[in-house]
């Protein structure tokens, strides 16, 4: 398919689709607005953390532009990919895709990705205002750059349920200085090559290495003005929103403001019953936003500091400045930064999770009981001596043509047709020993839900192939939100935890944390026609298998695009 085919024909239906939505949206919202960008993806050496390497650019920019637009408008991103060796594709992430399932952005799930020369054009509504991210979703790309900040505003006269004078946004990142392809190979050998932590983190694409561990002298220049740290200026007196959100490709991330408590009011675009805290934990794929009154001493400046937690950390304290009028904004704090909660306190972490329930005039109840109830047992495992992740003992695969093409034009062979598992054998299973016999097997198998059905899944950890070791893992469902029902320790019990259910004032996320030995409860109702991917956002992990693919209301999606063909049979 030539390049110029493919676009134009890819145009027309495109734009008859656009033309639909502008009219129903003008219907209801004469200021809705559109949006065209026009993005190239290409490789450029970059330094974020002063370590010079391949990063991936959005118009020459990572992180990428931050796109800004208003609740119903619509947003038209015109990507072209002069990666010249790589496929492509962008997720938005807590975009729900109403009506618009192929540009999800899920390379494998609702399209084949972008090929090298090709453009492609994603076209959506942003239907709910909050902090939204994007990122790439084909292979391990995200941590190779491909990254930014969605924020979607509130129409004109509307008031929320907190004030600010004005906003600043930290994205947070944790960063590799071995390209994505060397941490692909060494997660696919049989010899097994863990990407290991980071070597910097990012605040605003920001960091700072040691560049005396760096061994080749020209690779590394802390002098480079691409690695001085991110600078937020405030004016002391006033009160700020601080839109955050985490790409972090492995990390969870404890964030502090030296000297300033933080009140958390929005999460993954939900307002929340205002919760004080000193720091925030936040788990990869997560947003939140906090309100921070600036009412310190203003003859100096302050740190922004991002520490891992939930591992055992092996990387410094990544920082940021936030920066009193008139002060110089790189003018560094007389004070050592933060270093956050304890990485291990589990306990710490659970608490805050259950801490963030919606906001008391913003409450959309959840239906109260559930038609179907799914556990999602979250183990490590190994496929002919390979290290892999799987859910209920299957390693997730991606089939070569796109579910979403598949089921719509019914080439039923071209993913197995056997139901994914709906459970484990949680009566007898334990989930704090190490597994006995950790084989197992691969398969691109599906959940089928009935369309707008009540769906409950259980994600349950365990032990992974190490002693004594659980670890956290960052649950992201594409196309909903769902509601969080509880956390709990140890082993679900299906007759017993449901009873203490918060079926009140659930928060609704897109992105969830599973702790260590523990288990969170969702809900959500599949009222959103399509084929979506619920996966860790861990990018290694998603890699090793760990997902699931949820259908429902497929045969209710229209048209889809010849644009998100290419792939497999879709050919």
Avoid at 222 to 231: D, Q, W
Wanted: hydrophobic content about 35%; some cysteine.
């Amino acid at each position: 398919m030539s390049s110029s085919f493919s676009h134009h024909s890819f145009q027309a239906s495109q734009y008859t689709i656009l033309f639909f939505l502008s009219i129903c949206l003008a219907f209801f919202n004469v200021e809705a607005e559109v949006h065209h960008l026009k993005w190239e993806i290409k490789y450029e050496f970059k330094s974020p953390d002063c370590f010079k390497k391949l990063a991936i650019t959005i118009n020459g920019l990572t992180p990428g532009p931050t796109i800004t637009a208003t609740q119903g408008d619509t947003v038209v991103i015109d990507v072209s990919n002069s990666l010249l060796t790589e496929n492509v594709a962008i997720h938005w992430h807590g975009i729900r895709q109403i009506g618009t399932p192929w540009s999800d952005g899920t390379e494998g799930v609702t399209q084949c990705p972008i090929q090298p020369g090709e453009t492609f054009t994603y076209v959506f509504v942003v239907d709910r205002a909050g902090t939204y991210m994007y990122h790439a979703h084909y292979g391990m790309q995200r941590s190779a750059g491909l990254n930014g900040l969605i924020r979607v505003l509130v129409p004109e006269g509307t008031v929320e349920p907190f004030e600010y004078d004005d906003e600043r946004h930290l994205l947070l990142n944790d960063w590799w200085h071995k390209s994505t392809y060397e941490q692909a190979a060494g997660l696919s050998s049989p010899s097994f090559e863990w990407v290991g932590e980071p070597q910097s983190l990012l605040i605003n694409g920001r960091g700072k290495y040691n560049c005396s561990l760096a061994g080749a002298v020209d690779s590394c220049n802390e002098e480079n003005s691409e690695c001085l740290p991110a600078s937020l200026t405030v004016v002391q007196g006033k009160t700020y929103r601080f839109r955050i959100a985490s790409v972090a490709s492995l990390s969870a991330f404890n964030l502090e403001i030296e000297g300033h408590i933080m009140t958390i009011v929005e999460a993954d675009g939900h307002y929340v019953e205002p919760v004080v805290v000193k720091n925030l934990n936040i788990y990869s794929g997560e947003t939140y936003s906090v309100i921070v009154k600036v009412d310190q001493d203003k003859s100096r400046n302050y740190w922004v500091a991002l520490n891992v937690v939930s591992r055992k950390p092996n990387t410094p304290t990544g920082t940021a400045i936030l920066n009193y009028y008139p002060n110089h904004p790189l003018k560094s704090p007389p004070t050592i930064a933060p270093v956050g909660a304890l990485w291990n306190d589990t306990a710490y972490r659970v608490n805050q999770s259950k801490s963030i329930v919606a906001h008391p005039n913003y409450i959309e109840a959840p239906p109260r009981t559930t038609d179907r109830t799914i556990i999602l047992l979250n183990t490590q495992n190994k496929i002919d001596g390979h290290m892999k992740w799987a859910i209920n003992n299957v390693s997730f695969t991606l089939p070569t043509t796109p579910y979403l093409i598949a089921m719509k034009n019914k080439l039923q062979h071209v993913f197995s047709q056997r139901p994914a598992p709906e459970t484990y054998d949680y009566e007898n299973y334990d989930i704090h020993t190490v597994l006995s016999n950790p084989n197992t097997s691969s398969s691109n198998s599906i959940y089928k839900l009935e369309f707008g059905s009540t769906v409950d899944i259980i994600l349950q950890n365990a032990n992974t192939l190490s002693p004594n070791n659980s670890e956290t893992h960052p649950w992201h469902l594409h196309g909903h939100d769902f509601w969080v029902l509880g956390y709990g320790k140890d082993k679900f019990d299906p007759k017993v935890d449901p009873k203490n259910y918060n079926l009140v004032n659930p928060i609704q996320r897109n992105t969830v944390p599973l702790h260590p030995y523990g288990w969170t409860a969702l809900r959500f109702r599949a009222n959103n026609p399509g084929v979506w991917a619920f996966h860790c956002h861990i990018e290694a992990h998603f890699f090793m298998g760990m997902g699931v693919v949820f259908e429902a209301g497929v045969e209710k999606v229209g048209k889809l695009p010849k644009s998100i063909r290419g792939c497999g049979e879709s050919k």
